[in-house]
């Protein structure tokens, strides 16, 4: 990410940026008869394309030279600066953090608190249904046995849902529980995989815990 | 009233009598008579971030005309949202804009309900017409925004009597008004828009010592002897697009392109506001 010189501006909604000929729009930004404009009120960040990764390698075929969209810089509008407040909305693919607020046997019903690195302003619910706790031996998941009421979890985005929920899933290593309390109220620690142990009475709880990073 | 939870005020005018000495009379001898050219707007104040718990918020103040007893515009905006909608609502792609237009009951001349009448609700309406055009609403799926906006000072002449003027014509300039100041609090909440929109009021006027009724822009009822017609314009500048128009009144049958030319000055009028509005952006990010 290189901020190239003398493009930190200000920008308010429906300026001119640039033609969307030299330039790729990023968060902030939306295109109107091939021209980029800003769509929010803001400070301008061109950030250039990643460079290939490794070094040059002697060319070993010859290739014509084609300009393609990725080798744009791009362009977005980004609210650092106006305000503190940011809200967003949690797409599909984002990591997100939340509260599970209610079970039942074929789902889990969790607030969204944390998405990405943003903490939400409005809140927003999700669902993780039970075909979506882990990938393997599906069938034999059972919600009171991955998630508790009052646990946080580390879940991924994968769909938009419905008019209420965001559909949540936990199945990969490092998603799943990483905060659970036990029956008696204490902090647990995870032993495995799927427990969770109260350090002070000893007894082990299931979870669908989280790989530590 | 309707309204029983609260205690009411006494419903009707509660302006103090103005005794007929010298200087009221001079007052009312002196109505009437533009004090500006007919293609400039009032000056105003316009500042963003004024309500620190709302995502979003603008103050918009008008200037008054300079004589006693006439209150500017003053206008209060606050955006809140992006949020979830209720759960009862249906499954939305796109944003969903609830636009709220209240008048406090110290505004006007007729004292006004805590209740939204039928005239607010007609603002509300116009302006989420006006608005809507200038946010992109898919950038926000299955969310909503409020916008609410408090008309806190009502741009009234409080001298003239009851029978002056038709308040019918204080709510184009009061829309006007709203158009911009929620363009400025969307646009500090950090909404999705094309543009800024802003809102510009032209009026047909016929005083007396014309023969013929002329157009201008930003009108003051009270300084007219008549207005004819009038539209209030809501304009995006950069893409050259009327959001949305409110025309009122009668145009004479001699000019057919009248209508025209009253819609152009209302561009006018918008852009000037939109000058503002651009201003006000900028000090607000710099």
Known sequence: MATSSGTTSVAIPGQLLGPASKFQPGPGTHIHNANLYSSLLGVVHASQPAKPPGPAKRLTKITVPTQTPAELPTLSVSRTGVSEKREVLPEVGNTVLCRVTRITPRQAVVAILICGDTVLEAEWQGLIRVQDVRATEKDKVKIYESFRPGDIVRAEVISLGDQANFYLSTARNELGVILATSEAGNNMYPVNWKEYMDPETGLSELRKVAKPY | ?286
């Open chain 2, 1 to 286: 009233m309707s309204d029983r939870r609260r205690i009411n005020g006494p419903v009707g005018a509660t302006i103090p009598p103005v005794s007929e000495d010298g200087a009221s009379r001079e007052v009312a001898g002196s109505r009437g008579g533009r004090s500006r050219p007919p293609n400039a707007i009032r000056k105003m104040y316009l500042k963003t971030g004024v309500t620190p718990s709302a995502s979003g918020s603008a103050y918009l103040e008008i200037e008054t005309s300079g004589r006693s007893g006439v209150s500017g515009l003053k206008l209060s905006c606050t955006v809140h949202g992006p949020r979830s909608l209720p759960r009862s609502s249906p499954f939305s792609p796109h944003i969903i804009l609830s636009t709220h237009v209240k008048y406090a009951p110290f505004a006007t001349r007729q004292r006004r309900g805590y209740l939204r009448d039928p005239s607010e609700r007609d603002l509300g309406t116009h302006l989420e017409a006006a608005l809507r055009g200038a946010i992109i609403a898919d950038r926000w799926p299955k969310s909503g925004v409020d916008i609410i906006v408090s008309i806190i000072e009502g741009d009234q002449d409080r001298e003239t009597s009851k029978t002056q003027g038709d308040e019918s014509w204080d709510l184009m300039n009061a829309l006007s008004g709203c158009i911009t100041v929620a363009s400025a609090a969307l646009a500090d909440a950090g909404i999705d828009c094309v543009d800024t929109v802003a809102g510009g009021v032209a009026a047909l006027v016929s005083d007396k010592g014309d023969a013929s009724p002329s157009i201008v822009i930003d009108p003051i009822p009270s300084e007219h002897d008549r207005i004819l017609a009038a539209c209030c314009i809501a304009y995006l500048p950069t893409r050259d697009e009327v959001t949305n128009l409110w025309f009122k009144g009668d145009l004479p049958a001699s000019d057919t392109e009248l209508y025209t030319k009253l819609v152009e000055k209302g561009i006018q009028a918008s852009a000037k506001a939109n000058r503002v509005l651009v201003e006000c952006l900028g000090e607000t990010v710099g």
